[in-house]
């Protein structure tokens, strides 16, 4: 359910050498918010010095506890950084939000709804769910708010992101980018092993601008994800399931709320387009953390 907040601190978070004018669009929300809210808060910008910054940004903004908005003003990938800075924060009062700026903005662009300063005035927050990765190494979980993916999907959505003109560039980046693809292997609980072209865990039913991979609700929030998987399959069948989600879309797909399977050799894989690498022999555990991140959209 809704509910209206107001916020004592509003730190807006951007990166200061953004190809996508993320400085310029992070000062203006600040004055526009000054403008805007019907109560006092302290507004303040926050640029990253270094990729893993608004991690670290996102932590210190949220530990403080109290009624905090934590804004990036980035693209997925930054907002990625973000969400797991205030997840990391345990603050349940912590509330996220983000502005669009960057190459991609898959999660804005599917989950908002009006400008953001008018959104955060009005002050109503929503759960979300979102992706909670366990790669079996050690380390904490670590968090998407839009998609995990192995495979070629992937290798194919960074090409797609590097900027487009248009449904028929993007086809033929998915061409040009999938000739130098190799399948991986993964074993399942059940100990079987399968060959995989793609493998894409999503919490959104749009990734890449225009790939559509899924029918789902454009709001995360029902507890689970979509499995969107590719055997693997001849080349010319794998073209033309990529271009089929560049265009009319995957269809409906697999929904779940936990898929575990075991990597046999080192897989590179995308957290919100932001790309990390498991080792060999890896358990990889993707849950649905539902209703996690309170967000402003």
Not at 171 to 179: I, Q
Request: proline share 6%; aromatic share 6%; net charge negative.
């Amino acid at each position: 359910m809704d509910s209206a907040r107001t916020f004592k601190s509003i730190v807006i978070i951007f990166n200061p050498n953004s190809t996508g004018n993320a400085p310029d669009l992070a000062e203006e929300l600040q004055g526009k918010l000054k403008e805007r809210l019907p109560y006092e808060a302290n507004i303040v910008l926050r640029p990253t010095e270094r990729a893993g910054h608004a991690v670290e940004l996102a932590r210190e903004a949220a530990a403080g506890g109290g009624d905090v908005l934590v804004v990036s003003v980035s693209g997925d990938g930054g907002y990625n950084e973000v969400v797991n800075g205030v997840m990391q924060a345990e603050n349940p009062k912590a509330v996220c939000a983000v502005m669009a700026a960057g190459n991609a903005n898959d999660h804005r662009r599917t989950v908002g709804t009006k400008p953001l300063d008018e959104a955060i005035a009005e002050g109503h927050v929503k759960n979300i769910d979102l992706l909670r990765i366990h790669t079996g190494e050690g380390g904490p979980a670590e968090f998407a708010h839009s998609y995990i993916g192995f495979g070629l999907t992937p290798v194919v959505a960074t090409e797609l992101e590097k900027g487009s003109k248009g449904a028929l560039t993007e086809m033929l980046s998915v061409v040009k980018t999938f000739s130098e693809f190799e399948p991986f292997e993964m074993r399942l609980p059940d100990g079987k092993q399968h060959k995989v072209d793609s493998l894409v865990f999503a919490n959104i039913p749009e990734m890449a601008k225009y790939a559509t991979l899924s029918e789902a609700e454009a709001v995360p929030a029902d507890g689970k994800f979509e499995v969107v998987l590719f055997p693997h399959m001849p080349k010319w069948r794998v073209v033309l399931n990529a271009l089929r989600a560049t265009t009319q879309g995957l269809g409906d797909q697999p929904s779940v709320s936990s898929y575990e399977f075991t990597t046999l050799k080192p897989l590179p894989f995308q957290m919100d387009g932001e790309v990390k690498h498991v080792e060999a022999g890896a358990t990889i555990t993707v849950e649905s953390a539902h209703e996690a991140l309170p967000t402003i959209a």
